[in-house]
């Protein structure tokens, strides 16, 4: 999600520093706002000078030094816990002292990962969803130690990006994924048990729910080893069963089909 988060700061008149771990993820990231962007031209949602400023906002990085200067930085790393400790405690040592670090976590506490820092009241939530250029909604998840000021910046940022922000109170799976993943996961059950194909579990949702994608191609496009992150996350800090991943989920990661991003999921996709 982040080419999607940097796509839209510089669409919303930031400068923007995107950062990946290597050439080649940064080359992908930046592919793909060019298609976007290339897409938005056909339809006349944007001009030629429209995409070329979006550009011409947009540096791309691999060291993490490069965001030195920044003044918001938003991660969207993997959802690992381990993974964003470790991030969030290198960008404290790197970035600014006055910044403001967000995480785009759709599950982690982030009164954790503040606690990782040596400015818990500057870190909170800047939860975007997925398509980022697509999806209005920005959950704004404020830990025990987020200040009014850094809130007050993130939603100011937010609107500035065109975005509707919505202020979450920290909590395993914040509102969004608390309500969604628990619907996902009885899709899975569901398949697992054997009560309909992929299709028409779908199209049952689609056409009797009024919903524009089923869950389980919600699911492949979030990706299941995401989504499965996300349900344990639920699972252990809740510790209520109805959060209890369906075995299927972890089947179908240790063979690596993740969705829309592995080419197999529920689904498959050329």
């Not at 930031?14 to 060019?34: E, K, L, P, Q, S």
Request: with cysteine.
């Amino acid at each position: 999600m982040g080419n999607g988060i940097a796509q839209v700061c510089a669409a919303g008149g930031c400068d923007v520093v995107m950062t990946d771990i290597d050439d080649a993820a940064v080359n992908r990231g930046i592919n793909a706002i060019t298609k976007n962007l290339d897409r938005m031209l056909a339809k006349q949602k944007i001009t030629a000078d429209d995409k070329s400023a979006i550009l011409g906002r947009l540096k791309t990085a691999t060291a993490l030094d490069a965001v030195a200067g920044c003044d918001v930085v938003v991660e969207a790393a993997t959802e690992r816990v381990d993974l964003k400790l470790k991030i969030f405690a290198d960008l404290d040592r790197t970035v600014q002292p006055s910044a403001v670090l967000a995480s785009n976590t759709s599950s982690i506490s982030l009164t954790r990962i503040a606690a990782a820092t040596r400015r818990p009241a500057q870190v909170i939530g800047m939860h975007f969803f997925n398509p980022v250029p697509v999806m209005q909604l920005v959950e704004l998840i404020r830990a025990i130690q987020t200040s009014d000021a850094t809130f007050e910046t993130v939603q100011a940022l937010a609107q500035k990006i065109g975005k509707t922000p919505v202020e979450v109170k920290n909590s395993p799976g914040f509102v969004a994924n608390r309500i969604l993943l628990p619907m996902l996961n009885e899709a899975v059950y569901c398949l697992y048990e054997g009560l309909a194909k992929p299709e028409d579990i779908d199209t049952v949702m689609k056409l009797g729910m009024a919903h524009p994608l089923g869950p389980l191609s919600l699911a492949d496009l979030i990706g299941l080893d995401t989504c499965l992150s996300i349900l344990e996350v639920l699972y252990d800090g809740f510790k209520d069963p109805k959060y209890r991943p369906c075995p299927l989920w972890r089947e179908m990661v240790d063979a690596g089909q993740l969705g829309r991003k592995s080419g197999r999921g529920f689904f498959v996709y050329g």
